[in-house]
T-cell receptor, first 117, second 111 residues
């Protein structure tokens, strides 16, 4: 069965620094997709970035990037030059299977990030 | 403009009453999902749909029904609401198995 684990419950960093949030996953499937979402204080859930298991290059979107270590079943989210507005809960999620098939999205428990001035 | 909208945003219902939560998406996505989010449980999948006319059970479907009358609309129905269904409900849409886009959520309180 698939499982996603985020061991960091909360992190606090200074503004303009870089932070890495950890996520490890378990899957029996050779093809899978990894996602990171952000939930703001207002409750809004926003898709941030995605990594397909067959891609060797780490995904990057704006000031978000991923550290995909397939042998370790790890997908870390890196936020560079953090801003106060990055304060939120970050969820890692995984979906097994091919892009045209359905399987459910399994979420980690989330990491609360606090960016302080 | 928001591509996934939910209504109502807040709802107070009485035990035993019927509640319908509505979701509309303008992404033209085929897949739609209903989740509930509770402290300590994260996001849990209730029902999902592949397209108009289809509904499938997720991980926690008991006490819920779903309806997908069109590509754009997906409803979650609580025929006999109970206090244990007090939660925040999120709708999401996706193109096949791609990233999901979430609505703003509905806070439901069952008294």
């Amino acid at each position: 069965a698939q499982k996603v684990t985020q061991t960091q419950t909360s992190i606090s960093v200074m503004e303009k620094t870089t932070v890495t949030m950890d996520c490890v996953y378990e899957t029996q499937d050779s093809s899978y997709f990894l996602f990171w979402y952000k939930q703001t204080a207002s409750g809004e859930i926003v898709f941030l970035i995605r990594q397909d298991s067959y891609k060797k290059e780490n995904a990057t979107v704006g000031h978000y990037s991923l550290n995909f270590q397939k042998p370790k079943s790890s997908i870390g989210l890196i936020i560079t030059a953090t801003q106060i507005e990055d304060s939120a809960v970050y969820f890692c999620a995984m979906r097994e299977g091919h892009s045209s098939s359905f399987s459910k999205l399994v979420f980690g428990q989330g990491t609360s990030l606090s960016v302080v001035p | 403009e928001a591509a996934v909208t939910q209504s109502p945003r807040n709802k107070v219902a009485v035990t035993g009453g019927k509640v319908t939560l509505s979701c509309n998406q303008t992404n033209n996505h085929n897949n739609m999902y209903w989740y509930r989010q509770d402290t300590g449980h994260g996001l849990r999948l209730i029902h999902y749909s592949y397209g108009a006319g289809s509904t499938e059970k997720g991980d926690i479907p008991d006490g819920y029904k779903a309806s997908r009358p069109s590509q754009e609309n997906f409803s979650l129905i609580l025929e006999l609401a109970t206090p244990s269904q007090t939660s925040v409900y999120f709708c999401a849409s996706a193109y096949w198995g791609g990233e999901q886009y979430f609505g703003p959520g509905t806070r439901l309180t069952v008294l």
